[in-house]
């Protein structure tokens, strides 16, 4: 088969693009023949998140010559993602004759009749390895025996389907299962999952990648994203930034019918933090309004997820994954709801408030990834050009694109090219680190510090912290190898309007006496 | 099958935006599906993921090794074998509940000879097809009533447009729409109520928890007072009414009245209806008759409401935004707003029953349900006509084209779209795509290029060319179907779909031009 995968005639639509000149193209655009083999072999794409748009993304960067691709998310798959991610199923591959063990998903209406015929002689050697609760369904894994034919395998599954079981991806690593899937389908291309937080990679896990697209559904997961892409810029004196230190990133969104696709050039185009507005911060509901005058059913129901939670359960926190905590809340704000004469309080929508459920549906995902898969293309090949720099959909009233040139803002204090910070050449590290603590442009407290990839000080896990500890004492100019200016990474907490959240800094360090000459050169050229 | 609370959460991220009528026009819509290219495959895979009712699949052609590099929905296996029935079983396995069928037929052929084969679906998507089949397919559904969606994605570019008589919209959830306070018109039990609060109140408690309504009424009755009778309405005076708002103030931290600062402009709100409203309530599809459909008779109706019953308001739409307010005092105005909507609803039934009755259908036949909610939406209900393609073709909107073609913001998508129709000529012509083979290309250029520039000739266009850059590309795309567009415009097909099954939102009311080379995609009205 890997014959079919690299025959060309496979790809001859995409290949057209690539290998044709043109006049509107990217000023590097050197088309070639072998222009999607040097990308496939060549060019390493991570994509972050593999729900509903990183289902797609995987399939349109995978199906547009990307061949090696990685995907990072840390969620699981739930009932509620089958309805636009389209890489997970109910069943899925039942036929396949190596399978072994497989997972089921019973609904509660037909537990009986599956547990009635567990029981007999015949079927007794099937194995139920485990089971748990879900909502509405309990789930399985089973052996299945060591039959040697495939159609005793059929006769179970025909026996599974009939009494309401289902294979199904629920409860699995969105990431795992996605790649699998996407690799199923198209030969030749290489798919790496990794089940985990994106905060749980390092430095050097991103710096790998050529280029990094996003389907997320979070600011904060976006901003880290940015800050670490940022991160890897460089500037050169003249606070120019290197065109080989830019990663670019090719970010998408979606909510409802409405979408919005973006490209970061760091140091060219704005990154997420130039133009953070464009995310204005989620509003909540006064503590009073909840606990003294409550108008609406959202009051109610976030008054018993709130308030009368805690008060309740002493300790015990809401989980919102658990059916039973969010039952209770919504029985609650009912009650409350009835108390003050409120209507509409309904299960979906307390699930909806609580956690604060985006609207999502499969077209919207589709168009938004599409637009940014193209663009990731357009990035390493210059086939085209590209967008600039800021696209967004709306499906409400017609189909309306707009595309909007944003301008960086040169102060960003991730793109930009750093806080300056002056230091005395006896500044230890840990007078440092209370330094940006206080620093009005940076307030991060809790920082660690890395130098040239090198950890100077590390607050977590635990065992880095005692192999760095003892720098803490130590003049950061001598953990600086005694450099007159240079660039430091931090990461840390920062404080923004009450909210606390992870961040990176990059600042550009310059040491009093030593420095003096590069100081005076930096502060000319940035008045 | 899936239980109900299984499929309520299966589809929970759609059901909040289109809701459980919204669904179910979904599960009983019958789709065709013409060409199973990435193009058509990808917007029929968004339907059938949301629970669209029923697929056919209609594709005359076999899976060649080509097919695998752009359609997910193919793989190996299906080499050689008929690509509508892979890739109806691809999506079949996306969602056992939707009823999936395949026709392995050229549509082309169908659209010839056999016209009565769409006459069982709700809406057609024709994907890939040439000008003479989609002007040909487009009659064949009007005379049928048939919704069609056409779609083609062809290198960077590619369109989406909608075709069908008329599309009536009561439902249209625009995103921002002035709220229905009547702040400027109130009725005479909600003028009572805010008689009952006393804006010089010295409870500072009482004072902070009066709803702006409450606030906005009694001030503006206070400045029409001494205004003779009317409300703000100048710039100066709309000023001088929030500086009255200020001077009831008791301090500067009271949200309701920061509140009612915000929503004094509500005050002066002209009284009546919207011209797009009022365009509607003129059309002459009011006259009805017993062929007329339910909504015309709703707005038959309506008119006759504004008319004679509202004061020339529509039907109150009795819901209020939240705002600062005690409980007691936001329950009583929401039910003083609901039983106004409710009175109103009610003549309007009144007037529905009597027209049904003169037009000689049954007076119940309308329920009761569909009135309350056209009622409720009375003030954004939406009509998109859309012109036959045949007409469009050739004789498009002039003076439209010619803005399109001096406007840099359009001159990719207008330039496409000219192409587009020039690149079927050329197929006409040679029985191929320009482009289609590597090598000689400039030749092919330039027998592309005097084709279109005599379609723009023909239109009487002889003023502005083409971007002999633009006619570059469209042969160097060679007709390649590029995975990332086919799914933008497979989403967008599939979008629009939704918008014309569900009868919510407003579809696509041009031809949209998709820009794939700086993404600046334009509808074209012609």
């Known amino acids: 088969m890997e014959g079919l995968s690299s025959d060309p005639r496979r790809w001859r639509d995409v290949d057209k693009l690539l290998s044709r000149p043109g006049n509107i193209v990217g000023q590097d655009f050197e088309p070639s023949p072998t222009l999607r083999e040097d990308i496939g072999d060549v060019v390493r794409v991570l994509v972050v998140g593999a729900g509903g748009l990183g289902c797609e993304l995987l399939k349109d960067l995978a199906l547009s010559g990307f061949k090696n691709i990685d995907v990072i998310d840390m969620d699981t798959i739930e009932v509620s993602n089958l309805n636009r991610q389209f890489l997970f199923r109910f069943y899925f591959g039942i036929l396949d004759s190596e399978i072994e063990k497989m997972e089921l998903l019973v609904l509660r209406e037909y537990q009986n009749s599956l547990f009635a015929w567990l029981g007999t002689d015949k079927k007794r050697d099937l194995i139920v390895l485990s089971a748990s609760m879900l909502r509405d369904e309990h789930r399985f894994c089973i052996v299945l025996p060591p039959y040697q034919h495939i159609h005793q395998h059929f006769t179970i599954y025909i026996y599974l389907l009939i009494s309401g079981v289902r294979i199904h991806d629920v409860g699995k690593s969105k990431a795992e299962v996605a790649a699998e899937r996407v690799m199923k389908r198209i030969n030749g291309v290489n798919i790496t999952p990794h089940f985990c937080r994106i905060e749980d990679k390092d430095l050097s896990f991103y710096n790998d990648f050529n280029i990094i697209v996003l389907g997320l559904d979070s600011i904060e997961a976006r901003s880290y994203i940015n800050s670490i892409a940022c991160g890897f810029l460089e500037y050169d004196e003249d606070d120019r930034p290197l065109l080989e230190t830019i990663k670019p990133i090719v970010d998408g969104g979606t909510e409802g019918f409405k979408g919005h696709a973006r490209v970061i050039l760091p140091g060219r185009t704005p990154c997420f933090e130039c133009n953070i507005w464009l995310f204005p911060p989620q509003v909540k509901f006064p503590l009073c309004t909840l606990a003294e005058t409550p108008r609406t059913a959202a009051h109610c129901i976030e008054y018993a997820h709130l308030i009368k939670w805690g008060e309740v359960h002493h300790g015990k926190s809401f989980d919102a994954d658990d059916p039973e905590h969010m039952q209770w809340v919504y029985l609650e704000a009912l009650k409350r709801a009835e108390l003050f004469g409120i209507t509409g309080v309904t299960f979906s929508l307390t699930q909806g408030v609580v956690k604060n459920i985006i609207p999502a549906i499969a077209s919207t995902n589709a168009i938004v990834s599409a637009a940014c898969a193209l663009e990731a293309l357009k990035i390493v090949s210059g086939c085209s050009k590209t967008l600039s720099n800021y696209l967004t959909y709306n499906g409400l009233d017609g189909t309306h694109i707009k595309v909007t040139d944003f301008v960086r803002d040169i102060d960003c204090l991730v793109c930009g090219p750093g806080t300056l910070l002056e230091l005395d050449t006896s500044t230890t590290l840990s007078q440092f680190i209370g330094l940006l603590g206080e620093h009005p442009k940076l307030l991060v407290s809790k920082a660690s510090v890395t130098y040239r990839g090198k950890n100077l000080y590390m607050q977590s896990p635990p065992i880095l912290e005692e192999m760095t500890r003892s720098n803490l004492q130590i003049p950061i100019f001598h953990l600086m190898d005694k450099v007159p200016k240079d660039t430091l990474h931090i990461s840390g907490i920062s404080e923004k309007n009450d909210k606390k959240a992870s961040c990176l800094r990059k600042l550009r360090v310059v040491f009093k006496g030593v420095a003096d000459e590069a100081l005076k050169m930096d502060t000319t050229e940035s008045s | ?526």
Request: contains cysteine; glycine residues 6%; negative net charge.
């Open chain 2, 1 to 526: 099958m899936a239980t109900a609370e299984t499929k309520k959460t299966k589809y929970d991220r759609q059901l909040r935006i289109w809701g459980e009528q919204g669904q179910s026009a979904l599960e009983n819509a019958n789709i065709c599906l013409l060409n199973c290219g990435p193009t058509g495959s990808e917007a029929l895979k968004n339907l059938v993921l949301g629970g669209i009712g029923s697929i056919t699949v209609v594709d005359g052609s076999k899976v060649e090794i080509h097919d695998l590099g752009n359609n997910f929905l193919l793989d190996e296996d299906s080499l050689g074998k008929s690509k509508a029935k892979c890739v109806c079983s691809f999506l079949q396995e996306l969602n056992d509940a939707v009823k999936a069928k395949f026709v392995e037929e050229v549509p082309d052929n169908l659209i010839e000879k056999s016209p009565s084969f769409f006459s069982e679906f709700t809406l057609v998507i024709a994907t890939q097809l040439t000008e003479t089949s989609i002007v040909k397919l487009d009659k064949i559904c009007r005379e049928a009533n048939i919704m069609l969606v056409v779609a083609r994605s062809y290198g960077l570019t590619g369109m989406v447009r909608i075709s069908m008589k008329e599309h009536t919209v009561i439902e249209s959830k625009p995103d921002h729409f002035l709220d229905d306070l009547r702040l400027h018109n109130p009725w005479p039990e909600l003028v009572e109520f805010a008689k009952t609060s006393d804006l010089s109140m010295v409870d500072p408690v009482m004072h902070k928890h009066t709803p702006y309504i409450v606030v906005l009424i009694n001030l503006a009755e206070k400045w029409a007072k001494g205004h003779g009778g009317c409300l703000p309405s100048s710039r100066q005076e709309k000023k001088d009414f929030k500086d009255l708002i200020k001077a009831h103030m008791l301090n500067i931290d009271e949200e309701n009245y920061k509140e009612a600062l915000e929503a004094s402009f509500k005050v002066s709100v002209p009284r009546g209806i919207s011209s797009e409203l009022s365009q509607i309530i003129n059309d002459s599809a009011i006259e009805v008759d017993s062929r007329s459909s339910d909504f015309w008779v709703l707005v038959a109706a309506l008119k006759e409401f504004i008319e004679n019953d509202g004061n020339g308001e529509p039907p109150l739409e009795g819901s209020i935004p939240d705002m600062t307010s005690s409980t007691e005092s936001y329950v009583i105005l929401q039910k003083i707003y609901q039983a106004k909507a409710e009175s109103d609803c009610l003549v309007m039934e009144r007037r529905v029953k009597s027209i049904l009755k003169r037009i000689g259908r049954d007076p119940d036949a309308i329920s009761r349900a569909y009135i309350k909610n056209f009622c409720k939406n009375a003030r954004k209900l939406a009509i998109c006509r859309y012109r036959n393609i045949e007409d469009e073709f050739s004789s498009p909107c002039i003076p439209e084209l010619q803005k399109c073609l001096n406007d840099e913001d359009y001159s990719y998508a207008v330039g496409f779209y000219i192409l587009l129709r020039a690149v079927d000529r050329f197929a006409a012509n040679h029985n191929r795509f320009p482009g289609i083979f590597d090598g000689g290309l400039n030749e092919e250029i330039s027998r592309l290029k005097p084709i279109a520039i005599g379609i723009l000739s023909e239109l009487g266009l002889n003023g502005p060319t083409l971007s002999e850059d633009l006619i570059t590309e469209m042969c160097r795309f060679g007709a390649s179907e590029l995975h990332a567009v086919a799914a933008f415009i497979g989403g967008v097909a599939s979008q629009e779909a939704i918008k014309l099954v569900t009868k919510q939102f407003v579809p696509l009311k041009g031809t949209f031009m998709f820009n794939g080379i700086d993404q600046k995609s334009q509808v074209l009205i012609l």
